[in-house]
């Protein structure tokens, strides 16, 4: 493709970002009048923007069948905000609070009981990855993220895992690390670690530049997959390019990741594109962690944090139980600094500035 149809397609890009991340930040999107995704969703999937994911086994939603019926012929809105807020529960392990019960209230108001009616029938007959749930869940989620979120978390996995995993496998003939970010949003978390990692390949010399950009040695097998709910951040993850404004993904950035980023040369001057060499090491696809099954198997790392928040007690017992299964026996887990594990399966490794946990 020549230069001047890429600049042009990114400019398109940083546009269609900006709309998506205002979007994101509103939560004001539902009911989406059962539309098909927009053409710019496939347009920008990972496997047209770079080497398909690694193989995984896939996925069993939720069976549909765990909703209730819906009402028929209510006379008012309130059986049908209950039985939204049951349905939110099953499908997506959102504990429905006071701000998300006002959020779905607000939602229902904008159509007439028939429609609504019509509306949450669909909801009832196709399971959590159908376009209208998708549109629905991401309306009453956060997605607050940015690089190098809890840099203390962060260098501990470093230099205690990511080193040790690097070390582990540095004399085989096919080094393989696995590592899941299992609510990934835009793909900040993801991309840390993957910088993370990139830097103790460097530190012993396994790694291939071209130009600035550097990659992983080509015996390297890096199953690095990041994951979300939203099919808007995993479409913004895979693009890779972010806006560099101060209280955007780089606000808490350290310079020394810098060379990982280019500045576009078209559009919008204050983004920044993630070099070729990272981007392409990465993979986002959406999934819902109420699932029953992850997305990636024998993962090394998982990271998990800042969404268990949204979930009861038996959302993240679920979740706990899914983050089990991906990891490989020894694997570790990464949560939010301020969530607590109540499983059996899995150790604290407790560290100077958080604590991970072993699957044991
Ligand atoms: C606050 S962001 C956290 C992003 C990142 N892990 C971090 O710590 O910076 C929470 C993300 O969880 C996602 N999420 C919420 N419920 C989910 C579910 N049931 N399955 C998958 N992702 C979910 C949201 O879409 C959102 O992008």
Redo the contacts with the bound molecule.
């Keep these: 493709m020549a230069a001047d149809d890429l600049n042009d397609k990114l400019a398109a890009l940083q546009r269609k970002m900006a709309e998506l991340r205002s979007q994101l930040g509103t939560g004001a999107s539902v009911p989406s009048a059962f539309t098909a995704p927009p053409s710019e969703a496939r347009a920008l999937s990972s496997t047209s923007l770079r080497a398909a994911a690694p193989s995984m086994p896939v996925s069993a939603p939720r069976a549909t069948e765990l909703l209730p019926p819906v009402p028929q012929g209510a006379s008012d809105r309130e059986p049908f905000v209950n039985w939204l807020i049951a349905a939110v529960r099953v499908r997506?392990?959102?504990a429905v609070e006071e701000q998300v019960r006002q959020k779905l209230q607000r939602i229902t108001a904008r159509l007439p009981l028939s429609e609504l009616e019509k509306w949450l029938s669909i909801l009832a007959t196709v399971d959590s990855a159908h376009p209208e749930w998708l549109a629905l869940?991401?309306s009453l989620?956060?997605?607050?993220?940015?690089f190098f979120?809890?840099m203390g978390q962060l260098e501990h996995l470093q230099r205690d895992v990511l080193a040790a995993l690097v070390a582990r496998e540095r004399n085989k003939p096919s080094p393989t690390i696995a590592i899941w970010?299992?609510?990934?949003?835009?793909g900040?978390?993801l991309y840390s670690v993957a910088m993370l990692l990139l830097e103790e390949l460097e530190n012993i010399g396994e790694v291939d530049s071209d130009g600035p950009s550097i990659r992983a040695k080509a015996r390297w097998r890096l199953r690095l997959l990041g994951?979300?709910?939203?099919r808007q951040?995993v479409r913004l993850a895979n693009a890779g390019v972010y806006d560099g404004g101060a209280h955007a993904s780089f606000r808490k950035f350290p310079q020394r990741f810098a060379r990982f980023f280019e500045t576009p040369e078209e559009g919008d001057p204050s983004f920044r594109r993630v070099r070729a060499g990272l981007r392409n090491g990465v993979a986002f696809q959406t999934?819902?962690?109420?699932d029953a099954l992850p997305p990636i198997a024998a993962c090394d790392v998982v990271?998990?944090?800042?969404?268990l928040i949204?979930?009861d007690a038996d959302?993240k017992r679920a979740v706990w139980s899914l983050v089990h299964r991906a990891l490989s026996p020894e694997g570790m887990a990464l949560f939010?600094p301020t969530d607590v594990l109540e499983d059996k399966r899995f150790t604290p490794v407790w560290g100077s500035s958080t604590v991970l946990y072993r699957r044991v």
């Design positions: 997506s392990g959102i869940l991401e989620t956060n997605h607050e993220t940015y979120r809890d970010s299992a609510a990934s949003s835009t900040e978390e994951s979300d709910l939203s951040a999934f819902n962690l109420m990271l998990c944090r800042n969404v949204y979930f959302g939010g």
